[in-house]
């Protein structure tokens, strides 16, 4: 199993450039999520998802938007992105059992908006 | 105020030391705890859930105190292997999303 794979790993992006980032799965883990990581701040959640076609907003939503079409792909859309979303972007999936705090990561995207 | 935080560090410990890494949470409504490891450049990991009595996975020791909002772990007879970040993790109730909140994460440097 490749477990949770992302796709691309590094991009470098202008400003009002737009990309997606492709996220995939081979677990059959219902639930899915996109987190940035920025120096001191940790991860934070920027989307999340519970199922195919169903998507949440997180703590960080503005600026991005996510679909799920396919339970094993999240999809992360930049439509105009700004310096501000420089950051390292990771994918994570888990099974929906209440106590589990597993969540698998993806080894991330870094992206780089001048 | 962060929901969860941590002492950045680094600590930097000999190898062979025992250290120890505290984390407080905001939320007296949180439900369950972890430690996760990340190695530079790379992703987090699970390391080990936290329990409220307290739990041991070899060398490593983890500790709830509910009434403090308060998490520790501590390393014993440290390797270099070690030397990672160690994010504290949250998660909270009624969390229909199985939504975890990660703390800063403290830096730990193991030298020979």
């Known amino acids: 199993n490749a477990g949770v794979t992302q796709t691309p790993k590094f991009r470098v992006l202008k400003t009002g450039q737009s990309m997606t980032l492709l996220c995939a799965q081979d677990m059959n883990h219902e639930y899915m999520y996109w987190y940035r990581q920025d120096p001191g701040m940790g991860l934070r959640l920027i989307h999340y998802?519970?199922?195919?076609?169903?998507?949440a907003k997180g703590e960080v939503p503005d600026g991005y938007n996510v679909s799920r079409l396919k339970k094993q792909n999240f999809l992360l859309g930049l439509e105009s992105a700004a310096p501000s979303q420089t950051s390292v972007y990771f994918c994570?999936?888990?099974?929906?059992?209440?106590?589990?705090?597993?969540?698998?990561f993806g080894p991330g995207t870094r992206l780089t908006v001048l | 105020r962060k929901e969860v935080e941590q002492d950045p560090g680094p600590f930097n410990v000999p190898e062979g030391a025992t250290v120890a890494f505290n984390c407080t949470y905001s939320?007296?409504?949180?439900?369950?705890f972890f430690w996760y490891r990340q190695d530079c450049r790379k992703e987090p990991k699970l390391l080990m859930s936290?329990?409220?009595s307290g739990n041991e996975d070899g060398r490593f020791t983890a500790q709830l105190n509910r009434a403090s909002q308060y998490i520790s772990l501590l390393i014993r007879d440290s390797k270099l292997s070690d030397s990672a970040t160690y994010l504290c993790?949250?998660?909270?109730?009624?969390?229909?999303?199985?939504?975890?909140?990660f703390g800063g994460g403290t830096r730990l440097m193991v030298k020979p």
């Open positions: 939320n007296s409504a949180s439900q369950s």
């Open positions: 936290v329990y409220s």
């Open positions: 994570a999936s888990s099974y929906p059992q209440g106590g589990s705090g597993t969540q698998y």
């Open positions: 993790v949250v998660k909270g109730p009624n969390n229909a999303g199985n939504m975890l909140t």
């Open positions: 998802s519970v199922g195919e076609g169903t998507t």
